[in-house]
């Protein structure tokens, strides 16, 4: 049975995002490699176009649309990120976007996705079911659907992240990979392994959300609660099917971190590697100093976001529960 997505597919979107996603830089700390015990190679893509690794896959489901589909306009659900990319990448294509977000998102990720010219439709995450809701807006304005996880170019633009770090480094003994919906992950693991077969990839899952570690251990997707977490971005309540499919065939293990841990991550990467890290972005590094990832070797982490009001960023790296 041929994969769902294959380096090839992740090397074609590497050709199309070229010139238009940032190739983000690879940052060292000498002060974490002593911390953790390892050599630790940090993809940045907190700066990325919209401030997150998402802007990849959108770009790339979104310019394979064809000139008809783009004039009728796009549409996505989103907590945030994706929101923000498919805006851009509709702007970008000459295209319009509408997109379906929480009434309880950060509203500075509102108003950047409001700037990029998308229209904005709310619902409440605890009650409604946004794939539900998004796939009849979609239907109902004739738009072109693209979620954040479950499009096999989805998955294969986020890929090119990892494609990026591997040949930029070169062979790492570790992978640390922020999971949600599980699309990063995905693309992640199948070009890594792809390219480094043997390379271990691990997971990282805020403790309040280990819905893609339940799955992985009892052999299918298991579904929790919406977790409350300050992780809003991975505030995934089951693994997408397409993304569990790739998933627990190629992700190694899945780690989990707590509220606090990502605090501290995110605390230690401004004051020690002056990086702005949303907490979704936070939770590989924050498995690394807290342990629950061990570490040696070379170990690669891909910071995935950081998209964080100056406000709520102060907050957190000042409070701790």
């Known amino acids: 049975m041929t994969a769902p997505v294959t380096i090839d597919d992740i090397r074609d979107a590497a050709a199309r995002l070229a010139g238009v996603a940032h190739r983000t830089p690879v940052v060292r700390s000498r002060t974490l490699d002593d911390l953790v015990g390892a050599e630790v190679l940090i993809k940045c893509e907190n700066l990325q176009r919209v401030g997150a690794f998402k802007f990849r896959g959108a770009y790339n489901a979104a310019s394979r649309l064809s000139p008809e589909q783009l004039a009728k306009g796009i549409a996505a659900y989103s907590s945030g990120n994706h929101a923000q990319a498919v805006a851009l990448a509709a702007r970008e294509l000459g295209s319009s976007a509408v997109i379906l977000i929480p009434e309880d998102t950060p509203q500075s990720k509102k108003d950047a996705t409001a700037g990029y010219g998308a229209e904005i439709v709310t619902y409440d995450r605890y009650t409604g079911d946004r794939v539900a809701i998004g796939e009849a807006l979609a239907a109902e304005r004739g738009l072109a659907l693209i979620p954040p996880y479950e499009h ?106 707590t509220d606090d841990a990502v605090r501290d991550a995110m605390r230690f990467a401004f004051e020690r590697l002056k990086l702005v890290i949303e907490p979704s972005g936070a939770t590989g590094l924050a498995a690394l100093l807290s342990g629950a990832v061990p570490a040696s070797g070379r170990v690669g982490v891909i910071i995935s976001g950081g998209n964080v009001s100056p406000e709520r960023f102060a907050e957190l790296i000042t409070t701790r529960v």
């Open 152 to 257: 096999p170019h989805v998955i294969a633009g986020q890929g090119t992240a990892a494609l990026e770090l591997l040949e930029d480094t070169g062979s790492l003994d570790t992978l640390i990979v922020p999971v949600g919906g599980g699309g990063l992950i995905a693309g992640s693991s199948t070009a890594a392994k792809a390219v480094q077969p043997g390379i271990r990839v691990v997971g990282v899952e805020p403790a309040a959300g280990d819905d893609t570690k339940r799955s992985l251990e009892a052999g299918e997707r298991v579904s929790i609660p919406v977790p409350r977490t300050i992780a809003d971005g991975q505030a995934a309540s089951v693994p997408g099917e397409l993304t569990f499919s790739i998933n627990r065939k190629l992700v190694d293990d899945i780690a989990l971190v």
